[in-house]
């Protein structure tokens, strides 16, 4: 057999391309630097997930179709009861709102697309930034823990954000960065859930931003819980589906039912601080019915369950 068989040839290059990469493993850490890039400082699974809102209705039709069964839920519950003692509906008079809301002062569907990617992209360029600046000797160490202070002490206050800054300087890079990407990631996923809802009723930059600051401690804790189980490989999108779902329940706990078109400017105003928000903290979880919301609007419609909703006045 000559000593140049083929076979022996081909036998000579895989043991070289098996010894580099046997003694080289900056592919293998390039790979699982970029897979932690997209995934826990891009968040891009996330982004393709929301931008699907402004691609096809889905879950704006799932955020009104949930919204109809919680009020026919809801009255079915209590049939037994008086039914002046029951809240208003919400969907009845939801759905005579245009998905554009005022259309002098909303945005179109393309505008509403392109902001969604703008800030998206901010965030995106921020995080690298953030995260670059991390690797900087001597001072690198504490980018993040800083940006965990900045972050938190506008949200809980100096103290608490301090303690979170301790530790934060004790805690390694990966794990800070996965901390702080869902504490952004869960405010993002809960204004993107809020959209069908926010995309009928306007409200002002001043209103919304109160609107969010008052509830932030249960939106904070909705988010957070939909957007670990958005991680879940394969289930992520079935899971943002429910997320949206859920989310028209949760309308029905911290705000009150909405007023014909006509009257949404007082409407807003009325709902930008949470009134009920202590009553509400209260409340067991087996009875959040207990509280039920005082409106000052009427023409609340019933769903179609022969029973009467209350008609607040």
């Given amino acids: 057999m000559s000593n140049f068989d083929p076979n022996a040839i081909l036998r000579g290059a895989q043991l070289t391309v098996v010894g580099d990469l046997s003694a080289v493993n900056w592919d293998n850490e390039l790979i699982d630097g970029l897979e932690f890039v997209e995934h826990s400082v891009l968040q891009v699974p996330f982004f393709f997930m929301s931008f699907m809102r402004y691609l096809t209705p889905t879950l704006d039709n799932l955020f009104m179709e949930s919204l109809r069964w919680v009020d026919q839920t809801y009255v079915q519950k209590h049939k037994s009861e008086d039914p002046d003692t029951l809240r208003a509906m919400y969907y009845p008079n939801m759905r005579m709102y245009s998905v554009h809301g005022d259309t002098a002062s909303k945005k179109t569907p393309y505008e509403a697309a392109m902001a969604f990617l703008m ?7 921020i995080s690298l930034a953030v995260y670059a600046l991390s690797f900087l000797p001597y001072v690198g160490r504490f980018v993040l823990p800083a940006a965990s202070f900045y972050t938190f002490n506008k949200s809980v206050g100096p103290q608490p954000a301090i303690i979170i800054f301790g530790s934060a300087i004790f805690l390694p890079k990966r794990y800070l960065v996965m901390f702080l990407q869902s504490y952004f990631s869960s405010r993002s996923l809960m204004r993107e859930l809020l959209e069908p809802y926010f995309s009928r009723i306007h ?13 932030e401690g249960v939106l904070f804790g909705f988010g957070v819980g939909f957007f670990v189980f958005l991680k879940v490989p394969l289930l992520g999108v079935l899971i943002y589906g429910i997320a949206e779902a859920s989310t028209a329940y949760l309308i029905t706990k911290i705000t009150d039912p909405p007023p014909q078109p006509a009257e949404w400017k007082d409407y807003a105003e009325n709902q930008a601080h949470w009134r009920n928000k202590h009553e509400f903290l209260k409340l067991p979880l087996a009875n959040l019915d207990a509280h039920n919301i005082q409106s000052s609007k009427a023409g609340q419609e019933p769903v179609a369950t022969g029973l009467k909703g209350k008609q607040f006045t």
Wanted: proline fraction near 0%; charged fraction near 45%; glycine fraction near 10%.
């Fill in 119 to 125: 800030r998206y992209g901010r965030r995106g360029a």
């Fill in 203 to 215: 409200y002002t930059k001043e209103q919304k931003r109160t609107w969010f600051h008052d509830r």
